[in-house]
């Protein structure tokens, strides 16, 4: 028997001693397995077996002597405490079937009931099953945060997370600090949200992470809110906000309300539901606030890659690809900040069809390329196309699990390498163009990204300022095309403009 079998059974009997303090009857357990997991974190499905009574349950663990590196989340205790709370406001939620102490060895951990339902975003977003829930749910959510926004302060855990939006700024811009690159239009914003603080908000408690994929949905609509180790007490507009960021829209970006639903449907119930009148620009700020966390988290995923954690010091594939969805943050800053992209917007960029109907391909052409040279049958690009079309047809689909997924990541890898090759130097050179319009000056890309971020964060630049404007959408497209070219706040953009995008 090998050692990580011994350590599943050893972690079997752990837990049946737990399960037998709650249900007595409790013989056997079943179908044993880790759904997911970070460096501290595990989350365990699994079946007890209780006479003639099958139990299906979620284990939520903490690693012992364990930190979670993103300082964000909070203890598992805290966070069934926060479920309880949940329930009894009315929230449905799974039910908390035990927590552990120190003396069951497994860490900070708690059981729960297991759910059942979808909450994969783009299946509850696209998908005809849900059509009638999706009708449903703006309102349900709206319903539903009022339950949690209203829950007593002094039933919760005195450890909980009490944060005003100037300090969760500070934090996302120490993040992207410590772990980005010099983003200017992260710049933009990061101005643009300490020149909109809302002041004087009440504090209440708030979900966190409350978006489309951290729902549980059936037909009728919401069945069970997931996810609450995000939770803290802060102004209550965070939540919604937070569940209109664009990349909780699944494609469905004229859906604002988690892909599913308009704002005023939201904002209705959760008035109607006890919440406090919703002013649509505090929700703004948080949606704003939301898409710069979003691309700062990305950013924060990348630089803990995990190679620490892997015997042959091999970073985690999943992570350095997230890295490059940083820049879906930098698309939907735009489209929430500044004015509407121009045709001459997308002219100047590499967007390969260039615009539409007909006509020579206008962004090649600015680009200094040549859209109609014929391949090179020897060349990196058509040797990038075999191996992703290799990975595509052959391996993904005879892999499945954790295999097939990562499979299915290597492919998107791929795919970003190749229109890198394609794209990549032409998108850099406009980019270079650019700047030394902007600053006057010369120097390597990272020193005048880094100077128009210190000049726009200082105010010298203002923020509706054309020429910097044109530049940042110029490149918001360039590296959307060669990143993220399928992503739905980027083909929202193309749509509007008549363009299509690049393969």
Same mark, same amino acid.
């Given at each position: 028997?090998?050692?990580?079998?011994?350590?599943?059974?050893?972690?079997?009997?752990?837990?049946?001693?737990?399960?037998?303090?709650?249900?007595?009857?409790?013989?056997?357990?079943?179908?044993?397995?880790? &759904?997911?997991?970070?460096?501290?974190?595990?989350?365990?499905?699994?079946?007890?077996?209780?006479?003639?009574?099958?139990?299906?349950?979620?284990?939520?663990?903490?690693?012992?002597?364990?930190?979670?590196?993103?300082?964000?989340?909070?203890?598992?205790?805290?966070?069934?405490?926060?479920?309880?709370?949940?329930?009894?406001?009315?929230?449905?939620?799974?039910?908390?079937?035990?927590?552990?102490?120190?003396?069951?060895?497994?860490?900070?951990?708690?059981?729960?009931?297991?759910?059942?339902?979808?909450?994969?975003?783009?299946?509850?977003?696209?998908?005809?099953?849900?059509?009638?829930?999706?009708?449903?749910?703006?309102?349900?959510?709206?319903?539903?945060?009022?339950?949690?926004?209203?829950?007593?302060?002094?039933?919760?855990?005195?450890?909980?997370?009490? &944060?005003?939006?100037?300090?969760?700024?500070?934090?996302?811009?120490?993040?992207?600090?410590?772990?980005? /690159?010099?983003?200017?239009?992260?710049?933009?914003?990061?101005?643009?949200?300490?020149? #909109?603080?809302?002041?004087?908000?009440?504090?209440?408690?708030?979900?966190?992470?409350?978006?489309?994929?951290? %729902?549980?949905?059936?037909?009728?609509?919401?069945?069970?809110?997931?996810?609450?180790? &995000?939770?803290?007490?802060?102004?209550?507009?965070?939540?919604?906000?937070?569940?209109?960021?664009?990349?909780?829209?699944?494609?469905?970006?004229?859906?604002?309300?988690?892909?599913?639903?308009?704002?005023?449907?939201?904002?209705?119930?959760?008035?109607?539901?006890?919440?406090?009148?919703?002013?649509?620009?505090?929700?703004?700020?948080?949606?704003?606030?939301?898409?710069?966390?979003?691309?700062?988290?990305?950013?924060?995923?990348?630089?803990?890659?995990?190679?620490?954690? #892997?015997?042959?010091?091999?970073?985690? %594939?999943?992570?350095?690809?997230?890295?490059?969805?940083?820049?879906?943050?930098?698309?939907?800053?735009?489209?929430?900040?500044?004015?509407?992209?121009?045709?001459?917007?997308?002219?100047?960029?590499?967007?390969?069809?260039?615009?539409?109907?007909?006509?020579?391909?206008?962004?090649?052409?600015?680009?200094?390329?040549?859209?109609?040279?014929?391949?090179?049958?020897?060349?990196?690009?058509?040797?990038?196309?075999?191996?992703?079309?290799?990975?595509?047809?052959?391996?993904?689909?005879?892999?499945?699990?954790?295999?097939?997924?990562?499979?299915?990541?290597?492919?998107?890898?791929?795919?970003?390498?190749?229109?890198?090759?394609?794209?990549?130097?032409?998108?850099?050179?406009?980019?270079?163009?650019?700047?030394?319009?902007?600053?006057?000056?010369?120097?390597?890309?990272?020193?005048? /990204?880094?100077?128009?971020?210190?000049?726009?964060?200082?105010?010298?630049?203002?923020?509706?300022?054309?020429? &910097?404007?044109? #530049?940042?959408?110029?490149?918001?497209?360039?590296? %959307?095309?060669?990143?993220?070219?399928?992503?739905?706040?980027?083909?929202?953009?193309?749509?509007?403009?008549?363009?299509?995008?690049?393969?």
């Amino acid at each position: 028997m090998g050692a990580a079998s011994e350590t599943t059974d050893a972690m079997q009997r752990k837990l049946l001693a737990v399960l037998q303090r709650v249900w007595p009857d409790c013989n056997a357990i079943e179908g044993l397995r880790r &759904l997911s997991g970070g460096a501290s974190k595990f989350t365990w499905s699994l079946d007890a077996r209780c006479g003639d009574l099958a139990r299906a349950l979620i284990l939520r663990q903490s690693q012992p002597g364990v930190v979670s590196q993103s300082g964000m989340s909070i203890p598992l205790l805290d966070e069934a405490a926060v479920i309880r709370t949940a329930a009894a406001q009315g929230v449905p939620v799974p039910v908390i079937e035990a927590v552990l102490d120190a003396d069951d060895g497994l860490g900070q951990a708690y059981l729960m009931a297991r759910v059942e339902g979808e909450t994969l975003g783009k299946r509850i977003v696209h998908d005809a099953r849900f059509e009638r829930a999706r009708a449903r749910m703006a309102a349900q959510c709206g319903a539903l945060l009022a339950r949690i926004h209203a829950a007593p302060l002094d039933g919760l855990p005195g450890s909980l997370p009490r &944060l005003s939006a100037q300090t969760m700024l500070d934090r996302i811009e120490a993040t992207h600090v410590a772990t980005g /690159r010099p983003r200017p239009i992260y710049a933009l914003a990061f101005r643009w949200l300490r020149e #909109h603080l809302p002041l004087g908000r009440p504090m209440r408690l708030v979900h966190g992470d409350f978006r489309t994929g951290n %729902l549980m949905v059936d037909d009728d609509g919401v069945a069970a809110v997931l996810d609450w180790e &995000l939770a803290c007490i802060a102004d209550p507009m965070i939540d919604l906000g937070w569940l209109c960021v664009t990349a909780w829209r699944y494609g469905a970006v004229d859906r604002p309300v988690g892909g599913f639903g308009q704002r005023d449907a939201l904002f209705r119930a959760y008035e109607a539901a006890g919440g406090e009148p919703v002013d649509p620009a505090v929700v703004h700020f948080w949606e704003v606030f939301g898409s710069l966390r979003w691309g700062t988290m990305c950013e924060d995923l990348c630089s803990r890659d995990g190679a620490d954690d #892997h015997p042959t010091g091999r970073p985690s %594939l999943e992570r350095v690809v997230i890295g490059r969805r940083a820049s879906e943050a930098e698309i939907d800053l735009m489209r929430l900040l500044a004015r509407a992209p121009t045709r001459a917007d997308l002219a100047a960029s590499v967007v390969g069809t260039g615009v539409r109907p007909g006509g020579p391909d206008a962004a090649h052409q600015a680009a200094g390329t040549h859209a109609a040279e014929a391949p090179d049958r020897f060349g990196v690009d058509r040797l990038l196309h075999a191996v992703t079309a290799f990975v595509a047809e052959d391996a993904v689909p005879g892999l499945s699990g954790r295999a097939g997924f990562e499979a299915r990541v290597a492919r998107n890898a791929l795919e970003i390498i190749r229109r890198e090759c394609r794209l990549g130097r032409a998108a850099e050179q406009a980019e270079r163009e650019g700047l030394r319009r902007l600053l006057d000056t010369e120097g390597s890309m990272s020193e005048m /990204r880094e100077a128009l971020c210190r000049r726009v964060a200082a105010g010298e630049v203002a923020l509706d300022d054309e020429a &910097l404007v044109s #530049h940042l959408w110029i490149g918001a497209l360039n590296t %959307l095309a060669i990143d993220q070219p399928g992503y739905g706040g980027f083909r929202h953009v193309l749509q509007q403009l008549g363009a299509e995008s690049p393969t």
